[in-house]
């Protein structure tokens, strides 16, 4: 399966400016695309990077520097839309059926794994519209096979892409995960990286000085 | 399968104190314990709360007003333990076979649906301790049928019951869910509950006036 993993170079990890300079940051969030790259190729996905800029990564990769929306819904289009399936070269095979599906996996994944992403896939080839929901409602990751589904990331986008699928008479499904829920945005993301990472943003975040901190109740991170 | 849902009658969700008054939060925690203990009895579960005092619920209700440590581990030693298992009376066909599993559900899991419970179950019958991890580290649920097996809540208890699995030679596995990883201890996460929730907790915040929040970027609540 097709998987774009959308990605910011600028202002990379904005959250995380309290703790973290522009520069770690920059590190940090490259550490993470990696990790989510491996776990969808590891998954048997073809990940493709949809950078807002250039990005020197060993992968396919496409600039597009709108807002995420504009880009990932620029992308369905090409690889959805009914006006585009039939003039696809590599959809040869069946111009006429209904699209393969495509996923977008968000890049700040770093909890995920070959096996959670093998879940989405699975869910995503029996239902039109499958979701991996993000603390506080966000759509983390999805997978989509019905030509009329768009995305649109503003606010609680679970909820709106719930929607959205009502409306195009998509069946819809979400994927119970909290590794694939688990997006890292801000300090008290870090904190799930060190417990439950395997990958690059682990241990570049154990280098760079960070431990769990559970002397306060709830388990934070400090820097030593 | 056994499932032991422990549950505290006095300070009940004392993280809450700034978004709900003493009686609210203890309605609240009431509807959180009849959602999990419905979940649990509809993924084939027999649910047995443990309670530190006395709770009016149509359902086993076990009294033991020691720290949650101390009280699951008395349960886990009745069920568990080597010397108890030829003398309980429920274990007559295979009085000298490896215990039957016993699981310990927070009654706090306000996400917690039947396939999600039913993933617990089915990751308890493969290993012998699975456990599902929530924000921070904790413990939210697990399974265990290694007669060894006990408990230690404080601080990030999924990496210390990890390790304790690890020191007993118990295989160890996680179960990866966003709602049994939803345990709901501040107001942040009554959004989760606002988006996910199919039961009693999610329609008693709505009849309390709570909405979510999507003005400031991060989806939160607002109380009408």
Known sequence: MEVIVPFSTDRPKSRLADVLSLD???AFARAMLDDVLDAVEDAGGEPRVLATDAVDVDRSVT?????LTAAVNAALDARLGAETASSRPENDAEPDGPPEPVAVVMADLALATPAAVERLFEAGRGADVVVAPGRGGGT????????E??????????LDHREIA?????DFAAVD?????????EPADLAEVLIHGEGR?????R????ALDASEGRVTVVRE
């Open 140 to 147: 983390n990751a999805f997978v989509a096979s019905h030509p």
């Open 63 to 67: 600039v597009d520097d709108r807002l």
């Open 201 to 205: 943003a682990a241990t570049w975040l």
């Open 24 to 26: 770690e940051r920059s």
């Open 166 to 170: 009502a409306e195009i008479g998509a």
């Open 177 to 185: 995960s909290h590794r694939l829920g688990t997006d890292v945005d």
């Open 207 to 210: 280098e760079a000085g960070f």
């Open 149 to 158: 589904f768009r995305v649109d990331y503003h606010g609680a986008s679970y």
